[in-house]
C-alpha cells in the first residue's frame, strides 16, 4: 500500500481538532478516561485475527510475536486504566496553612498536576501494536488527560490506519470528541516536522533511530516555545560477564544470549550489542558456545529494506575497525529482503574505549565481546558507553568492593539494571524505567515504559490559598 503523505493543512487539521478538545479532556473525571482505555483494549481483542495478519504481512514477525505483542499492547491500555482509577492521574499534596511569616509560617499550599495539552506521538517500527497508535505512550498520554495525534509509522501503514480506524470507532461509540486522537502519515522528514513545530504540540513523544530523534529534539528545542521532547533514540546494552557466573555458567549463559541476540532479529531497543567480559579459558568456552547457538539461528526478514541496508552498513563498519576480530561473519547478500545473518566480533578493552564507532548501536543481530584484564577495565568500558537503556551484571550476587564498583558505574549510565537474565523484555509495571542518559534518551529522569510514564504528561502547579470550588476538585483541572 502506497504510503500518504499529509499536507500542512492536514496535518494542521489534526491538532487543531486536538487542541479544541484539550481542555473537556483535561477536565475528564478517572473514570471516563479509563472507560476509554478499557474500550480501546477490548476493540483490538475482539479484532485481533485481522490485525495480527496485517502486522505480519508487513512486518514479518510472526504471529507469535505479533498476538504476545497485542496481549501487550491491551495489558497496557488496561493496567492505566486501573493507574487512574487508583488516583495517580489526580495525584495532589497539600500543605494546610500555619499562622504566621515564612519560613515557619505558610500559606494554605496545594501541588496538583495539570495535562501538558495536545501530544505528538511518534511510532516505533519494531513494535507495530504495542508502541504505536494504541501503543504505551498513546496509552500515558490519554491517561494524563492530553489529546494525541499520531505520526505512524511508514513501515506499517495497513496495520496503522486500521488501529486507527478501530479507536475512532471506540471513541464515537463512547460519545467522546474525535479530536481526542488523530493520525498523519509521511514517509519523509517533513510531515514530523510540521507536526513537531505546531504550536499547539505540547510534548512529543518518540521511540526511533538516534539520527531522526535527534534531528526532531533540535525541532522541539528551536520553537519560539520550546516543549519537552520524551526520546527514546537507541541504546546497546553492555552486558558484564564476572568470574563467577562464567566459571558456573558459561555455556547456559552464552545460549541464552544466543537467543536474546536473535530476538525479532535484534531489532529491538534492548537488545544485548556488547558483552564485557575477562579474557580467558571461560570467556573462550563462552564465546564458542554463543558463536555455535548464534550460527543456528534463524532470523526472518527485517522490517523495511531500510533497516537491512542499514543492519549491512552498520556490520561493515564493525568489522572493519582496526583491532577488531570477526568471530561469526554474515554471509555475502546485497538482499535488502533477505533475513539478516547473525554477526559476532571481539576486541580488548582499549580498542574499544578508542574506536567510538565500536560504540554505535546496530540495530539487528549483531555483537561486540570486548575482553579485559581487570576491573578497572570493565569500569572504563561502561564509562566509554556514556548511556544505555539497560546494563546486565552476572555474577553480582556476593558482595564486594569490585562488585560495588562495577555497580555503581552502571547505574551511572543505564536506566534498568538487570542481576540476571537477558535484556530483552520490559516489564510494564510501576517500578520499570525504560530510559537512560544520553544517547540512549533526551530525558533520562523519565520512563517511556511503566505507568511512571504517565507523568511526562502532567506539569506540576502550586494552588496557594485555593477556593473552596478548587479544592473540592481534589486535583482535578478545572
Known amino acids: 500500500m502506497q504510503i500518504q503523505e499529509y499536507t500542512a493543512a492536514q496535518i494542521l487539521a489534526a491538532v487543531t481538532a486536538a487542541a479544541n478538545v484539550s481542555d473537556d479532556w483535561a477536565q475528564s473525571s478517572a473514570q471516563t478516561r479509563a472507560a476509554l482505555l478499557r474500550g480501546l483494549s477490548d476493540v483490538l481483542v475482539a479484532n485481533r485475527e485481522e490485525l495480527v495478519r496485517l502486522a505480519d504481512e508487513e512486518s514479518s514477525l510472526g504471529p507469535a510475536r505479533l498476538n504476545g505483542e497485542l496481549d501487550r499492547t491491551t495489558f497496557q491500555l488496561g493496567g492505566f486504566a486501573i493507574h487512574i482509577e487508583a488516583g495517580h492521574a489526580f495525584a495532589l499534596t497539600d500543605n494546610e496553612a500555619i499562622a504566621g511569616a ?18 505528538a506521538m511518534f511510532s516505533a517500527s519494531n513494535f507495530p501494536l504495542a508502541f504505536s497508535v494504541l501503543g504505551g505512550d498513546t496509552a500515558s498520554a490519554l491517561a494524563a488527560g492530553c489529546p494525541v495525534v499520531v505520526k505512524a509509522h511508514p513501515g506499517h501503514p495497513k496495520l496503522s490506519r486500521r488501529v486507527f480506524e478501530l479507536a475512532c470507532s471506540v471513541i464515537t461509540q463512547q460519545g467522546l470528541p474525535a479530536g481526542l486522537l488523530g493520525m498523519v502519515e509521511g514517509a519523509g522528514i517533513d510531515v514530523g516536522v510540521e507536526l513537531v513545530r505546531n504550536p499547539d504540540i505540547a510534548a512529543v513523544a518518540f521511540t526511533g533511530s538516534f539520527k531522526g530523534g535527534t534531528a526532531l529534539w533540535a525541532e522541539a528545542n528551536s520553537r519560539s516555545r520550546p516543549v519537552p521532547f520524551y526520546g527514546e533514540l537507541g ?15 558459561a555455556e547456559e549463559l552464552a545460549q541464552a544470549l544466543a537467543s536474546s541476540i536473535e530476538f525479532g532479529s535484534g531489532q529491538i531497543c534492548t537488545s544485548p550489542g556488547l558483552v564485557v567480559l575477562f579474557d580467558g579459558a571461560d570467556a573462550d568456552r563462552f564465546e564458542n558456545t554463543l558463536r555455535e547457538a ?69 540495530f ?21 558507553v556514556g548511556g544505555s537503556l539497560t546494563v546486565t551484571l552476572w555474577g553480582a550476587e556476593s558482595d564486594s568492593a569490585d562488585v560495588r ?74
Open 235 to 249: 541504546s546497546i546494552n553492555p552486558v558484564v560477564a564476572l568470574p563467577a557466573a562464567l566459571t558456573a555458567q
Open 294 to 362: 548464534l550460527q543456528g539461528k534463524k532470523t526472518h526478514a527485517m522490517l523495511t529494506p531500510g533497516m537491512k541496508r542499514n543492519f549491512d552498513a552498520g556490520v561493515a563498519r564493525l568489522t572493519g575497525t582496526p583491532g577488531v576480530q570477526t568471530v561469526l561473519a554474515a554471509e555475502s547478500n546485497n538482499d535488502v529482503n533477505a533475513p539478516p545473518r547473525p554477526v559476532l566480533a571481539r576486541t580488548c578493552a582499549q580498542n574499544f574505549i578508542a574506536e567510538h564507532a565500536l560504540r554505535e548501536e546496530i
Open 102 to 119: 515564612p519560613p515557619i509560617g505558610r500559606p494554605h499550599l496545594t501541588r496538583v498536576r495539570v495535562p501538558l495539552g495536545p501530544v
Open 405 to 478: 564498583r562495577i555497580t555503581r558505574r552502571a547505574a551511572q549510565i543505564a536506566g534498568r539494571i538487570l542481576f540476571g537474565g537477558v535484556p530483552t523484555g520490559v516489564a510494564v509495571t510501576g517500578s520499570q524505567q525504560h530510559g537512560g542518559p544520553w544517547p540512549a534518551s533526551t530525558e533520562p529522569f523519565t520512563t517511556s515504559v511503566g505507568y511512571a510514564a504517565m507523568d511526562r504528561f502532567l506539569r506540576p502547579v502550586a494552588l496557594q490559598s485555593a477556593p473552596a470550588w478548587l479544592a473540592e476538585r481534589a486535583g482535578r483541572p478545572c
Open 364 to 384: 539487528g543481530p549483531a555483537c561486540l565481546l570486548v575482553r579485559v584484564a581487570s576491573v578497572d577495565e570493565i569500569v572504563d568500558v561502561l564509562k566509554a
